[in-house]
T-cell receptor, first 113, second 112 residues
Framework: LAKTTQPISMDSYEGQEVNITCSHN???????ITWYQQFPSQGPRFIIQ???TKVTNEVASLFIPADRKSSTLSLPRVSLSDTAVYYC??????????????FGTGTLLAVQP | NAGVTQTPKFQVLKTGQSMTLQCAQD?????MSWYRQDPGMGLRLIHY???????DQGEVPNGYNVSRSTTEDFPLRLLSAAPSQTSVYFC???????????FGPGTRLTVL
């Protein structure tokens, strides 16, 4: 199982770009990397998913180096409403060995005015 | 398309009581899972299923049973509730497993 490691917490100010890095040293060939956002008392919400290089959508970018042992979620120009816990998750989209989708500790991002 | 639904939203049990947390999805997803989240902590995988009739244990399976008789439903049973099972329970589904998971709104369970 590809275990993930993230910083416990990060602080930022409104309008800044925030980069959260996740380490997944034993990621398998068929594993994809997915990031989720969770607000208090709510279920996690999908942000972005990728396999390699760079993926961008309307809310975030995901950078994955060639060795895929880490990934970085980039949130452009954060606002107070981006204060949440962010989780990265590694899983096999082919339904192979990595069926146990285990979350790491997550990163609590606190955005200040 | 309701996505993932969970019932009840809130439940209070006494120690030793049993109950079933319901989870249903209408997206025809093969993969479903149950997580628990204790206050201020991350999500821990309880059980998961890769399809009807197939279930397996996650990180913290003790005290919980699951079954998967249909693609849509994945109930979680607490056999004999204990205060240590006080938590928020989230159900999720995806297809295939590693694709984006859709989470339900959660069931907040208190065991006295």
């Amino acid at each position: 199982l590809a275990k993930t490691t993230q910083p416990i917490s990060m602080d930022s100010y409104e309008g800044q770009e925030v980069n959260i890095t996740c380490s997944h040293n034993n990621i398998a060939t068929n594993d994809y990397i997915t990031w989720y956002q969770q607000f208090p008392s709510q279920g996690p919400r999908f942000i972005i998913q990728g396999y390699k290089t760079k993926v961008t959508n309307e809310v975030a970018s995901l950078f994955i180096p060639a060795d895929r042992k880490s990934s970085t979620l980039s949130l452009p120009r954060v606002s107070l409403s981006d204060t949440a816990v962010y989780y990265c998750l590694v899983g096999d989209i082919g339904g192979g060995a990595t069926n146990k989708l285990i979350f790491g500790t997550g990163t609590l991002l606190a955005v200040q005015p | 398309n309701a996505g993932v639904t969970q019932t009840p939203k809130f439940q209070v049990l006494k120690t030793g009581q049993s109950m079933t947390l319901q989870c249903a999805q209408d997206m025809n997803h093969e993969y479903m899972s149950w997580y628990r989240q204790d206050p201020g902590m991350g999500l821990r995988l309880i059980h998961y299923s890769v399809g009807a009739g197939i279930t397996d244990q996650g990180e913290v399976p003790n005290g919980y049973n699951v079954s998967r008789s249909t693609t849509e439903d994945f109930p979680l049973r607490l056999l004999s509730a204990a205060p240590s099972q006080t938590s928020v329970y989230f159900c999720a589904s995806s297809n295939p497993p590693g694709m984006r998971q859709y989470f339900g709104p959660g069931t907040r369970l208190t065991v006295l």
